[in-house]
Nanobody
């Protein structure tokens, strides 16, 4: 299983970015997928999660600003990030949790920097 994240970059406070994560080598549609992030000097934390049926979970800090979605036909999960704040600055990692084993695969991470 391979996960390729993209879409990070530098954005001003209040701006938007959309992250993408393309998966290969698995039955993507049945697995849960999502995003974690890790800011400098802080532990990795869950940002958003979506299961095969479409139910979602968000960290309180991003509710109402971030939206996770998935396109099973393209084996891709997205994270639309709006109203970005400097505290959203982090490396964002996508992941896929295999339904049958619970094993988690991670992407390589993409850096999001929110700064003026």
């Amino acid at each position: 299983v391979q996960l390729q994240a993209s879409g990070g970059g530098l954005v001003q406070p209040g701006g938007s970015l959309r992250l993408s994560c393309a998966a290969s080598g698995s039955i993507f549609s049945v697995n849960a997928v999502g995003w974690h992030r890790q800011a400098a000097g802080k532990p990795r934390e869950l940002v958003a999660h979506i299961v095969s049926g479409g139910s979602t979970t968000y960290a309180d800090s991003v509710k109402g600003r971030f939206t996770i979605s998935r396109d099973n036909a393209k084996n891709t999960v997205y994270l639309q990030m709006n109203s970005l704040k400097p505290e959203d600055t982090a490396v964002y990692y996508c992941y896929q949790r295999v339904l049958t084993t619970g094993f988690v695969y991670w992407g390589q991470g993409t850096l999001v920097t929110v700064s003026s």
